[in-house]
Every structure is written in C-alpha cells, then in structure tokens.
C-alpha cells in the first residue's frame, strides 16, 4: 500500500518542478500533471480496493512523527478511500476533458489544477481542524483560479463573487475554530468531539461558528447566489468538477464536523435536515423557472446538494444505512452531474430549446437521457436503490414529513429535467449552428456513463433485495440499442423472438392472477409488435424503448418483493415515455405523461414504505398484511397506480399521449401499459380484502372515482374530431368502468373487472390497431378529413364494426358479457346511484362509437383518398387475430370466466357465478354466451334480409351525383357531417366537459412557476447582495439555534 | 482593573475590528474599499486569535535563558500559548495569497467594464 | 435606507454574538491541552528554542506546507490572471523619474536587505522570526528595486529557479522525514546538535531556509507579476 | 498602552472605511496592521508581529498601489 502521503508530496512535488521542468513545454507540463493525477488516483483506488476486498483497516496517517493531537493526522478508511477516489477520477477524467482549456492558459493552469485536487484529497482525510481550514482555503484559492479558464466578463465577475463568499464563510470557520481551541485545547476532531463542546454555552458558540461555516460551504438556499453564478460562469468542465468533487469534499467536511456537534440525534441534525429540506425543495423550485441550461444545471447540483444534507441531518432515521444511500446518491451525482456538465459543454446550447439540436447526433442523446433518468432517480441506477432505502427507513422510523419532503423536491427536479430532455428529443431544431466532438472531450463522458451503468448494478448487489432482480430483460434491452443500426423487419424479429422465449421460460411459474396479465403483456406485446413490420427503414431508437417497457411489465409481474415490483414499475414508466415522446407532436404530452407518472410513482414508493413498516422481509406479500396506517398505505399505493390507469382527475395526461404516439405504440400504450395499473389495483384490492382493518370507505370512494371516471372519459370522448383522441378518452372511460368493478370488491364484482380487462386489452387493441394503420394511410387523425374508407379497407371496416360492438356491450360479443356481469354486480352490492352514473356513460359510448364507422367509413370518400389501399398485411394480421380472441370469448366466455372464477374465488368465496354447461347462474338471472350470440345472430340476419329485400329498388348514388348551390363555404370541412357533429349536445353537458381538472392543473403549475419567479429574484447578481444573504443566515441561525439561552 | 486587562482590551479591539470590517464590506460600493474592509476583517481575526492565546504576564514561547533557568520559573509557568501563534502566522500568509488574488480580480473587473462599483457586475443572475 | 437599517441590523446582531463570546470569556492562566505539551516537551523532542517555529516546522509542518501552497497558487494564478501580450511585454513604463536618492540607496541597502532576510530564517528556531518573516523582508527587497527602476528586469529565471528548488526541497526534506524518522515533515532525521546553536534543532534550519527562500521567491514572484501589469494600456 | 493602541486602530479602521479617497483608505488599513503589529508585541507574540509588518502592512499595501496606480492610468 501507497501511504496517502504521497498524493500529498507526488502532487506538491511535481507542481513546485513544473516551474522548471516547465520549461520543455506546455505540453509537457499537462501531461505531467495528468500523470500525477493518475498516480493519485491509483493511490486512493488501491486503498478502496483493499477495503473492498475487506482485509484493510482503517489507518492514520501519522505527521511529523508525533501522534494527535500534538501533531496533524489524516485517516485513510473505507469512506475516505472511497471519497478521495471518486474525486480523483473525476479529477482525472476532468483533466482530460479540460486539456486544451488549460493549455491556454499556460502551464500554470495544469498545476493549479493538480494542487486543487490534492487539497481535496487533503480535506477528506484530515482529522485536524485547522488543517481542514487551511486545504479548504487552498481549494477555495485553486477554485477561484480555475474559474477564469472560461473567457469573458461572467467568469470574471462569477469568480470574484465566489472569493468574497468564501472569504466570509472561512472567517467565520476561523472564529470557530479558534474558540473551539481556546476552550478545548486541542484542534484534533477527535479530540473536539470528545471534548462535547456544544454542552456547555460557550462551547455552543464556537460549534455554531464552525457547523455554520461547514453548512455555507454546502450553499444552503438561499445564501447560494455566488455557488449558482459559479457553477454557471465557470467553463462547464470546470463546473463539473467543482459541482461534484468540491461538493463531495464539503459533504465530508460536513459529515466530520457533525461529530463535534453531537451525536446522532442531537439538536444539529435536525436544523441540518431543516436547512438541507429548505435547499433541496428551494432550488428545484426555482430550477422549474429556469430557461437557461448552464444555469439550471447549477440549481440541480445545489438542489443535490442540500439532498445531501438532508440526508446527513435524518441519520437517525437512516441507521446504518445512512452510508449506503449517501453513497447511491453521491455516486450518482458525480458521474451524471459531471457527464451532464460535460455534455453541456460540449453542445453549448444556451436555452433549453436550444438543446433540440442534440438529437442531430443521436448518441449524444442516449448519454443525455442516461443522465436525466440518473439524475432523477430511475433504476437502474444507484440514486434509485439509495432513494428506495431511504424512504424505507424513514417510514419504518416514522420520519414521514421527510419523506414527503424528499418525494416533492424530487419531483421538482423532474419537472425542469424532463422537460429539458422533452426539448431534446422533440423540440423544434431550427438553429444553424452545430456542435463538434472532439474525442478528448467525449470519452470521459462516455466512461462517465459506463461507470454510471456498472455502478447501478453494483449498488443493486449491495441490497438484500437488489440481488434478485432480474438484469436479463435489461441485458436484452442493451443489446438492442448495440445493434440499432440493422433494418426494422431484423430487430422487429429479434424484439418478438427474445420476448417470446422469455415468455416461454417464465410462465409456467406463474399464478392464474399473474398469468392473465402476462399474457396480455407479452403476448399482446408480440401481437403488436408485429404491426412494426409494416414500417421501413432503421426506425432508430424505437426498439430498445419497447423492450424497455415490456420489460418493465414483466418485472412487476415476476416481482417477489416490494423494490423489484417498484424496480419494473419505473422501467416501465421509462420505456412507456420513450414510446409515448416519439410521436409528433408529443412533446407536452409526454412531459405531462411522465409527471403523473413520476408522482404516482413516488405515491408507489410512500405507500410501500407505510406497508413496510413492522414487516420483516419487504416480499410483494405484505401488501396483504399492512400493519399500520392500513389507509394511508392502500391510498398512496391507488392513487399511485390510479395515475396510470388514468382515473378522473390524475387522467389529463392520456388523451394527448394516446392520441399522438404512433400507430403501432397506441396500442401498446393503451389495450396494453394501463393493465399495469390495472394489475396494481388488484393487488392493492386483494390486500384490503384481507386486511384485518375495516377499509370499506377506501373501497367506496374507488368506486366512486371509477364511476366518475367512466362518466367523464366518455363524456370526453364524444366531442372529439379526432379519431385517435377519441379512442383515447374512451380508454379513460372503459378504465373507470373496470376501476369502479374492482372496487366493489365481491367475486361478481372481480368476475366483470377481469372480463372488461381482458376485453379493453382485446377491443381497444384491435381499434387502435386499425385506425392506426388507416391513419398511416390517409395522413390524418381528424375523422372529418376521412369518409367512405368502406370500399377502400373493407378489412379494416369490419374490424372496426366488431370492435365498437364489443365495446359498446351490446349482444352478440363479450361486451355483453361484461355489462350482465357488472349489473349484477352492481345490484347484489347496492351502489345503485354509481350505477346509474355508469349505465349513462354506457349510452353517451354509442354516441362516440358510431362516429367511428359513420365518420371514417361511410358517407363520401374525399377527393385525396381516391388512391388509398386496405391497411396493410402487417397490421392486419395481429388485428384479426385479436377479432379472433373476441369471438371466441363472446361464444364461449364459460372459456375463461370459470378459471376466473375459481380464483377469484380464493379471494371472494362467496356469492359467485354458478355453471352449468355454458349457462351462467347469478341470483338474479341467467344468461348464456353462445345462447345469446346465436339468438341475435339469427335476428341480425332476419333483419339484414328483410332489409336487403326491402331496398331492391334503391338507386345507387355516384360520389358526384350531388346538385352544388353555387356557393363555397369558407371552410369546406365545417359542411361535413361530422364536422363538430354533436355541436347541439354539446350545449347541453358542457359543465360536465369543461377541462375544470386541466384548469385546475394548469393553475397548480402556474402557482409553481410564478412563485419560482417571485423567489427567484433574489439572486440580484450583486455580490454584495449575496454576502448579506451569507450573514444574515448565519444570524437567523443564530437565533434560531442558540438564541438568548447564553 | 480586571477589565483593562490586555488580554481583555484587545478581545474587544479585535471583535470591533471584525464588525468595522464587516461593516465595510457590507455598506461599501467600491471593490477596492471591499477588499480594504477584507484586510481589517483579517487583521481584527488575528488580533483575536493572538489575544485568545495571550496569557497575563507571560513572555514570548522562546526558550532562553531568561524562561528556562528564571528562579522559580518552570517553562510551563513562563510563556504564553505558542499553538494561535502559529494560527495566525498561517492565517497571515492566507489572507496576503486571497488579498493578492481579490486585487487581481479587481484589475480584471474593472479592466471587463471601467468600474469598480460592485453592483455593475451583475450578468449572472436570477 | 432600508438597506442601511439592514446592515445597521446585522452588524448589532453580529455584535450580539461577540457580546455572548465576550461575557463568557474568562482568560487562561494555565496553558492546557497541546500548548502544555508544546511548552513543557517541545525543546527537548524538537530542540528549537522557539516553540513557535517548532510547531510551524514540525508539529503542524502539514500546515505550513499548505501555507507555502497558497503563496505558490496565489503567485501561479496571478501569473495567468495577469498574462501580458507579447506587444504589452516590450513596453517601458513611463516613470516621472526616480530619484538619484532612492536609487543610490536601494543599491546599498538591497544587498543588506537580502542578507537581514537569510539571518531571519536562518535562526528562526533561535530567535522571533523564520521562513515567513524572512522570505518577507527578501521580498521587500526586491520591491526596493523594482520601486528604484521600474524598468529594471528582474532576473526572472532566478526566481523561477529558486522556487522551484526550495519547493521541491521542502518537499524532499518532508519525504525524508518519513524514511529516516517519524512521519512527513518530521525534523528529526538530522541530529538535534546542542540546544541553542544556529545548526541544530534536526533539519528545522534547513527546512525553514527553503521555506524563506520559496516565500521570497512567491512574493517577488508576485510583486513582479503586478509591476509588469502596469505595463498594459 | 494597549487602550491607546486600540482607540487608534479602530479609528484607523473607521477612516479607512469611511474615507472617499481610495489611497487614504489603503493607507490607513495599513496603518490599522502596523498597529496591530505593536498589538502584537504587547501580547509577546515576537513572530506574529514582525510576519504582520512586512506581510500585512508592507507587502499588502504595496500590492494595493499598484492596482490603484493602474486604476489611476486608466482614468488619466
């Protein structure tokens, strides 16, 4: 072992030669200088490993050949062996990427550089405090040089707010420090922190002086203005370094000094979590405002920053875990806070829209979504499993204010991120310039982003939990991106056969429950996925998202325990907003997709950390035995899976989303990705049912949401002119109908929830399927701009029939089913009123329903469509086959419905279905699937025949066979029939179709935004301004710790 | 007398120090006055440093004859708290390094915009 | 006004809390903690009869190291902070004359400066004063010159020279402090001779003479560097 | 002795935040560490003293002169 000495003397040595040996070139010395750091770098890292490998001891390292406190000691332990090595990569992968920066500088440049990084090295492993201030300076001295690599007056005038900022918070430092001395007589933490200096007053004082200082070097909000300007003014290879390396050292420095404060659980934890919450919520807020990208980055490293500090302060919360989701977030932070600086430097766009010429080269992209999904915390990368043990611990703590804390600041940073990243893959790119890449500068970061991947997985190892989760479907996931570059009809190949051997491998092991929703899943998957040979070309990008969320579907199904149910929800949100994002005009959609969905999913996360409270072992089971706050854990967890089957209120997302996503990704997205809240709901349901609390006004009022829900979806959906938004709305609609089945919560009630998903999955699918692919033929979603389509898709016109019939429940098709199923249901429990509510949603369908063949396929067919041909082959394949799927459960539902019936039994033995041949027994009826399709199948001929008799002498109308007036309107298409065609309806129920829930939200982020504006005006850009900030938190906190109690 | 004591007074000059030069650094417009106001915030924490470790009638932590071989005297007894002093010539050499930096800083911004009002140079904000 | 009334309310705040410092101040009588242990052992296990210059050596030598560090950074940033152009470089600096006064006596004095500097660090284990303090008066000499003709080129390689040299030395002597004593920076791989003489007291002399030098050197370095900014229109 | 210094550094220390004229606010902060300096000596502080006068008071004020000197060229 390298003693951590010697980063000490190699980094000093070299600098102080570099002044001579500078002389063989610039070059020279930067090579030099990289060296160094390399061999710092190897010095830590060795260390890691040998306390990884888990024969090392901590060790000190002796000064002066006197022990402490006569003499300054550093510690080398698995933290600090940890620590110094992230911060020496960074530096080292930060020095390549700045080579040439530095050069312009001359050599000095490298050697400040070698010597900043040292002294960071120097501020984590130092155990004297005195020492930590003078590193801490020098790091603060090497930082303010640094900052003028990048040219212009911003650098200049960011700098030197930057060193007046420090130099306060230093004088203070040294305040405390000396009093610290004064009373203790020694400057070793360890001894501080046995002297217990904050028992007694004084003591208290020179505590606060030194937490204070240790806490401003974290740039708490809102005395942050010169970090902000630093971390924006500064050459974004520089601000990465500073924002993580710095940030890491500060956190350290924090971490050491809380000793001396207290321990865990005294006063200062608490004021620190205070001070972190303040900052971690304050700076994402005001992040939402921000137009800018160089500064949003910086609110996003202040906001990670005072994540940290939250953290720090609820150790008592967080046990011994308190290191392991330290280190998830930090891990996290560093890589993709450094790549996503990088990368900012790279593409130099200044606005957030500006970031749309991104995608011109779609790898960089790919490194941007990597650290935007890190960033916010999605699996699989470490920031997750450091959140998801977190919010664990806090809630078997009882630390639930924190974690709404958490989850809200959280959800901040995904707003401005995401809707960054909304900008880059879908923003108008309309700029002339472009951006160079030059290797030097992309290899860090693409080492960044590996290191990002690998971290992930080993963080997951890390857990108890984490190890057995699933990588494979990832792995595949990868591979697909690998081999982007084949033609459409390989992958389209590659995606079906993966997906069906590893549907082949898995099911056997599944339960009924389990089965019918992976079924649905995956072989619905291949069903649509087989639509996609229809396209041409590379199809770039579309199916590793795919695979991605069908992984994650299949991960909730599989899940064994609560985090890998967790781990495939968000996989699937991921993949689900990659699909969703590559329709055309997606981009809002997809960002108001992912924002419900990443509240909701955070609802998830607070709902099973209640659940997890008092269990042993986190398996998907405790859901069936919550032991505490049984309403508030069921609630999270519905309105999080709510969120994604769009139920009233949390649905605003679907229309747009459904509506602009692709042809063959409506499908997926609808008949397919909302089973998955479907899916959670019933395992939700079947916990309450055998919960021992009384949950009945849980039960109630999810039925009532469903009811409404359905009421409103269709309500939506029949002032609609556009086909695909129509369906769209209908979805929310047909979702309630099921939420509101489940939630009556009997074997009757289970019965019709189970026969509407399977149907929704089968009609909705074939529907989609269908006008999606006359869609690709016509070029238009707007159903006035079709008509007459009958005699060019005949194929896609009968479809189209037995969908909207199996929809709308009428007999002969197993909508019928559903709706004899779901009366009885509804009359055995009593909720006669939603029932009410739901049979008129069930009539306003017809309304929207018979525009899809009145609209699209009958009347005239319009002048540009004379050419078109039937959909194509590749769509209509899996559309009848699905037909197929319908006809079978309409005649034979005794098929499925039995074995339903049988589990579902399991949960609600009573009060079932009762069998006979194919004739079904409720207490109020019976009814018969193939009775009932054979009898108005008899009647339909009848009527066809009579009716064919009855018009033999109809003349047949040509498309042009029509008397013109003489007059043209200004707008042909308001003359068409279907042209706001239930305008005089509209007028009726329009308070039941005012968008009060968009307004509502529009409100919310509103409110956001202004309130951001307001605050936001703080940082005047006066560096005065921001040293009254400084001061004056310092005296609030003053008073607010110590006050008058001298 | 207890309160002229030396120890005493200079506490007090230094804390003063530190207030004037807080004082000047929050009300002052002027960059080089900042600065100027920086040094006697320094100068005000090293005299404070210095006075913590002054003890009463004691001489300097330099073994001579005088400390070593004094008559009753053992060195313990004789010299004052060597540890601030050794603080504070640190702190001295820090604060000439960040004086000399903030001067350069000085000329650079008033080189970007003919001023040294320090509410001109505001670019980054919000 | 209200700006002022802020200010006004900060700083009586600020005095607030010096005011608790203050009444709870009582002053030591005793040395306690390391400053005993430095006053009671640190003749005999360093042998510097100044016990100041034995903890900036050797007790908190890592200290003193970082110090030199700074002073180094300063000079380096400063360096590129204040980067001439080539056409800049050439310039004279318009001076309304020295006088023949300063000039005569800078030339005597120079030379007596620099010397009083060496004896300042030389005997900094000995007497008040040592690397800080020396390397300062060599510096002000410098200044002498430069102030006396400020066209005058400093020999710029000389100080490039001695800094690098006396850096890299104290950077040296440390090392040898871990291989031949105690740890880095420990002064004692060289005999500690008798207490009291100009060579003894280990390797602190020479360590303290680097130090001196590379201070000298920084400070000129940067005297220098802002003499040369005049130059630039 | 002491109370005399004091009362003259913190009157120094007024002047220099108080004066318009930017040399006269150097010099007196110079001054400020030249008396600080004696403060020092008066609390048997030798080392601090002497690294004071030529840093804080010397060096310090020479470096502000040449900054205001170019200020100076500047504005002539």
Request: net charge positive; proline share 3%; hydrophobic share 55%.
């Amino acid at each position: 072992m390298v003693s951590p000495i010697y980063i000490v003397a190699a980094a000093l040595g070299v600098g102080f030669a570099i002044g001579v040996l500078g002389k063989l070139g610039k070059n020279f010395s930067g090579i030099l200088a990289l060296l160094t750091i390399g061999f710092m770098t190897f010095v830590s890292s060795e260390w890691l490993y040998a306390f990884y490998v888990g024969n090392q001891v901590p060790t000190y390292i002796f000064t002066a050949g006197f022990k402490p406190p006569i003499s300054i000691n550093l510690l080398m332990g698995p933290k600090e062996a940890f620590l110094t090595t992230m911060v020496n990569f960074i530096g080292l992968l930060g020095g390549i990427y700045l080579f040439f920066n530095f050069g312009r500088k001359g050599r000095n440049a490298y050697v400040v550089y070698m010597v900043f990084l040292m002294s960071l090295n120097v501020v984590i492993m130092t155990r004297d405090i005195f020492n930590l201030f003078v590193f801490l300076e020098i790091s603060a001295i090497a930082t303010a040089g640094l900052i003028l690599i990048e040219r212009g007056n911003r650098a200049v005038g960011a700098g030197f707010k930057y060193i007046i900022a420090t130099s306060i918070i230093s004088s203070i430092l040294l305040i405390g420090i000396i009093f610290a001395y004064f009373y203790t007589g020694t400057l070793n933490i360890d001894g501080l922190v046995q002297a217990h200096l904050s028992t007694t007053a004084t003591g208290g004082i020179a505590v606060f002086l030194i937490m204070i200082a240790a806490v401003l070097e974290m740039k708490p909000f809102p005395a942050n203005g010169w970090g902000l300007d630093v971390y924006e003014g500064s050459h974004q290879g520089f601000s990465a370094v500073v924002s993580v390396a710095t940030a890491t050292a500060s956190y350290y420095v924090l971490y050491k000094l809380l000793a001396i404060a207290g321990p865990v659980g005294s006063q200062w934890d608490y004021y620190l979590a205070l001070m972190g919450a303040v900052t971690f919520i304050g700076s994402n807020l005001l992040g939402v405002k921000q137009k800018f990208a160089r500064r949003l980055l910086a609110y996003s490293s202040i906001g990670q920053l005072g994540l940290l500090m939250l953290i720090l302060g609820l150790r008592k919360y967080l046990g011994d875990n308190l290191d392991y989701v330290v280190l998830g977030i930090l891990i996290t932070n560093l890589f993709a806070k450094t790549g996503f600086f990088w990368l900012a430097g790279i593409v130099k766009a200044k606005t957030l829209k500006e970031w749309a010429i991104i995608r011109r080269k779609p790898f960089f992209l790919f490194l941007m979504g990597t650290f935007v999904f890190a960033l916010i915390g999605f699996p699989p990368f470490p920031s997750f499993f450091a959140k998801w043990t977190m919010v664990m611990n806090l809630a078997r703590q009882g630390g639930f204010g924190w974690i709404a804390v958490i989850l809200i600041g959280s959800f901040l940073e995904a707003i401005y991120l995401f809707r960054w990243f909304g900008y880059a893959v879908k923003g108008e790119d309309t700029y002339k310039y472009d951006f160079n890449i030059r290797w030097h500068k992309i290899t860090p970061i693409v080492i960044l982003v590996a290191a990002l991947y690998y971290a992930g997985y080993l963080t997951s190892q890390y857990t108890e939990l984490g190890r057995m989760i699933d990588f494979i479907p990832l792995f595949f996931v990868l591979v697909l991106f690998a081999i982007d570059f084949l033609p459409v009809a390989v992958k389209n190949t590659i995606a079906i056969l993966g997906m069906g051997t590893y549907f082949y491998f898995i099911y056997p092991d599944l339960d009924n429950l389990r089965l019918i929703f992976e079924v649905i899943f995956m072989v619905g998957g291949i069903l649509t996925l087989i639509a996609g040979y229809a396209y041409k070309g590379k199809r770039s990008g579309f199916y590793p998202v795919a695979i991605l969320m069908y992984a994650g579907l299949t991960g909730i199904i599989q899940a064994h325990t609560t985090l890998e149910f967790f781990f495939g929800w968000e996989l699937m949100t991921a993949g689900s907003y990659f699909l969703i994002i590559r329709g055309k005009r997606s981009m809002p959609h997809a960002l108001s997709y992912m924002l419900f969905s990443v509240a909701g999913a955070y609802a998830i996360l607070a709902g099973f950390g209640i659940a997890n409270i008092g269990q042993a072992f986190p398996s998907l089971d405790i859901m069936n035995n919550i032991q505490y706050f049984p309403n508030w854990a069921y609630g999270l967890l519905l309105i999080g899976f709510l969120t994604k089957t769009a139920s009233v209120g949390l649905h605003i997302w679907l229309p747009g989303a459904h509506g602009e996503a692709e042809s063959d990704v409506s499908p997926m997205v609808s008949a397919i990705l909302l089973k998955a809240g479907v899916f959670g709901i019933v395992l939700a349901l079947i916990g309450m049912s055998k919960s021992d609390f009384d949950l009945s006004a849980l039960a109630y009022t999810l039925g009532w949401i469903g009811a409404l829900t359905a009421l409103f979806g269709n309500i939506g959906a029949v002032f609609q002119e556009d086909a695909k938004r129509l369906l769209a709305y209908s979805s929310i609609g047909q979702l309630g109908y099921i939420v509101f089945a489940f939630a009556i919560m009997t074997q009757l009630g289970w019965l019709t929830g189970f026969t509407y998903v399977i149907n929704h999955f089968l009609y909705k699918a074939v529907l989609f399927l269908t006008v999606g692919a006359i869609v690709l033929r016509v070029g238009t979603h707007n159903m006035y701009e079709m008509g007459g389509l009958i005699k060019k898709m005949p194929w896609a016109f009968f479809a189209v029939l037995i969908g909207i019939i199996a929809l709308s429940g009428v007999p002969p098709l197993s909508g019928f089913t559903g709706k004899w199923l779901f009366y009885n249901a509804i009359i055995e429990k009593g909720w006669y009123f939603q029932g009410v509510i739901a049979m008129f949603a069930g009539g306003i369908a017809f309304l929207y329903l018979y525009r899809l063949i009145q609209t699209i396929f009958l009347g005239q067919l319009k002048d540009n469509h004379r050419n078109v041909k039937e959909i194509s082959i590749w769509f209509l394949i899996p559309i009848y086959t699905l037909l197929t799927g319908i006809l079978v459960f309409s005649y034979e539902p005794q098929w499925v419905l039995k074995p339903l019936g049988n589990m579902i039994a399991q949960y609600f033995p009573n009060n079932g279905l009762h069998w006979e041949g194919s004739y079904a027994y409720s207490h109020l009826g019976y009814w018969t699937g193939a009775g009932v399709a054979a009898t108005v199948s008899v009647v339909f001929v009848i009527a066809f025949i009579l009716l064919k008799i009855m018009t033999r002498k109809a003349h047949k109308l040509e498309q042009f066979d029509i008397v013109f007036s003489g007059e043209r309107p200004e707008r042909p298409e308001t003359t068409h029939i279907a042209y706001n065609m239930y305008a005089g309806f509209y007028k009726a129920v329009w308070p039941l179709t005012v968008p009060l829930v968009e307004r509502f939200w529009t409100w919310m982020s509103d409110l956001v935004h202004e309130t951001a504006g307001f605050v936001r005006r703080i940082y005047s850009g006066n560096g005065q301004a921001y040293m009254l900030h400084i001061i004056l938190y310092i005296i609030i906190l003053y008073f607010i710790t110590i006050g008058g109690n001298i | 007398m207890e309160y002229l004591q030396l120890g005493r007074i200079s506490l007090i000059i230094s804390f003063l120090l530190i207030i004037i030069g807080f004082w000047g650094i929050l009300s002052q417009k002027n960059i080089i006055k900042i600065i100027v106001s920086f040094t006697i915030l320094d100068t005000g924490i090293n005299v404070l440093i210095v006075s913590l470790g002054y003890l009463k009638g004691r001489t300097a932590p330099i073994i001579d004859a005088s400390v070593s071989q004094g008559p009753n005297h053992n060195v313990l007894n004789a010299i004052v708290d060597p540890v601030p002093q050794a603080l504070v010539l640190t702190a001295i050499v820090i604060g000439f390094g960040v004086t000399a930096l903030l001067l350069a800083y000085a000329m650079k911004l008033f080189k970007a915009k003919r001023t040294l009002e320090i509410n001109q140079f505001n670019d980054l904000k919000w | 006004m209200v700006r002022n009334f802020l200010i006004g309310l900060v700083l009586a705040s600020i005095g607030f809390i010096f005011f608790n410092l203050y009444n709870t101040y009582e002053p030591k009588t005793e040395l306690n903690g390391i400053a005993a242990h430095y006053a009671a052992k640190g003749a005999e296990e360093i042998g510097a009869a100044n016990i100041v210059t034995a903890i900036v050596v050797t007790y908190r030598g890592f200290d003193t190291m970082g110090e030199v560090t700074i002073l180094f950074l300063t000079a380096s940033i400063i360096g590129f902070f204040l980067k001439l152009s080539k056409k800049d470089e050439a310039k004279k600096i318009i001076h309304h004359g020295t006088s023949e006064l300063l000039i005569t006596s800078a030339q005597i004095l120079v030379p007596i400066i620099f010397l009083f500097g060496v004896y300042v660090f030389m005997n900094g284990h000995l007497t008040p004063g040592g690397g800080f303090q020396g390397g300062a008066i060599i510096a002000s000499g410098v200044a002498l010159l430069i102030m006396a003709n400020p066209n005058r080129q400093i020999n710029h390689h000389a100080i490039l020279w001695i800094e690098s040299i006396s850096g890299v030395s104290f950077v040296i002597l440390g090392l040898l402090g871990i291989f031949l004593a105690g740890g880095f920076l420990d002064n004692r791989f060289l005999s500690l001779g008798t207490f009291g003489d100009l060579f003894s007291a280990g390797a602190i002399p020479l360590i303290y003479s680097f130090i001196g030098l590379k201070v000298g050197a920084e400070i000129s370095n940067i005297l220098n560097k802002y003499q040369k900014s005049q130059k630039e229109s | 002795m002491a109370l005399f210094i004091g009362v003259l550094v913190l009157a120094m220390a007024i002047i220099a935040i108080l004066n318009k004229k930017l040399s006269i606010a150097v010099i007196a902060a110079g001054v400020v560490s030249l008396f600080a300096s004696v403060l020092y000596l008066l609390m048997a502080a030798p080392d601090v003293a002497m690294t004071e006068a030529a840093i804080g008071s010397g060096l310090s004020t020479l470096i502000f002169f040449y900054v205001l000197n170019k200020i100076k060229r500047y504005n002539g």
